[in-house]
């Protein structure tokens, strides 16, 4: 698949390990805000900011009753080094085969220096209480990026 999925859709259900080697499966966030972001690699110079800024903002977002999940390809093994060296906060899933890179989307072909190749397109989804997706961000640009996320959890809990 190489589209989003959209706004109003359910979101793809997936079971997946965590750092700590426990399976987290999106039915165990039911009746929850959710944020579910994909990222390109661990340690890296923006996959670290944006992973240190969902950190700094965890207790705002639980305060609203959000959860912050991180998915990469990388190992758990790689998961546990980059939240020991960065000192992360959040909750980290492996998904070494893309599977669920693929259910969402953001598994898609990449282009660098005139090379072609597939790879993780940074990408966030917001999943409401009834586990559907509230809002969508594709491509994203790390800097302001989890503000932006609390921003639209807060305007949309309000409405």
């Given at each position: 698949?190489?589209?989003?999925?959209?706004?109003?859709?359910?979101?793809?259900?997936?079971?997946?390990?965590?750092?700590?080697?426990?399976?987290?499966?999106?039915?165990?966030?039911?009746?929850?805000?959710?944020?579910?972001?994909?990222?390109?690699?661990?340690?890296?110079?923006?996959?670290?900011?944006?992973?240190?800024?969902?950190?700094?903002?965890?207790?705002?977002?639980?305060?609203?009753g959000?959860?912050?999940?991180?998915?990469?390809?990388?190992?758990i093994?790689?998961?546990?080094?980059?939240?020991?060296?960065?000192e992360?906060?959040?909750?980290?899933?492996?998904?070494?085969s893309?599977?669920?890179?693929?259910?969402?989307?953001?598994?898609?072909?990449?282009?660098?220096?005139?090379?072609?190749?597939?790879?993780?397109?940074?990408s966030?989804?917001l999943?409401?209480?009834?586990?559907?997706?509230?809002?969508?961000?594709?491509?994203?640009r790390?800097?302001?990026?989890?503000?932006k996320?609390?921003?639209?959890?807060?305007?949309?809990?309000?409405?």
């Open positions: 698949m190489d589209t989003l999925i959209e706004e109003g859709q359910k979101a793809p259900g997936f079971c997946l390990p965590d750092q700590d080697e426990n399976e987290v499966c999106l039915k165990d966030y039911s009746g929850q805000w959710l944020v579910l972001y994909f990222y390109p690699r661990d340690n890296t110079s923006g996959c670290t900011r944006e992973a240190q800024d969902f950190t700094a903002l965890k207790n705002d977002f639980e305060s609203e959000a959860r912050i999940l991180g998915v990469s390809k990388d190992s093994k790689s998961h546990q080094r980059f939240i020991e060296t960065k992360l906060g959040i909750t980290l899933l492996s998904d070494e893309t599977e669920v890179h693929q259910l969402y989307g953001v598994w898609r072909m990449k282009k660098n220096y005139g090379r072609e190749y597939m790879g993780t397109v940074r966030t989804y999943i409401d209480p009834e586990g559907r997706i509230a809002a969508t961000w594709n491509n994203v790390t800097k302001g990026h989890a503000e996320v609390l921003d639209k959890l807060r305007a949309l809990k309000s409405l």
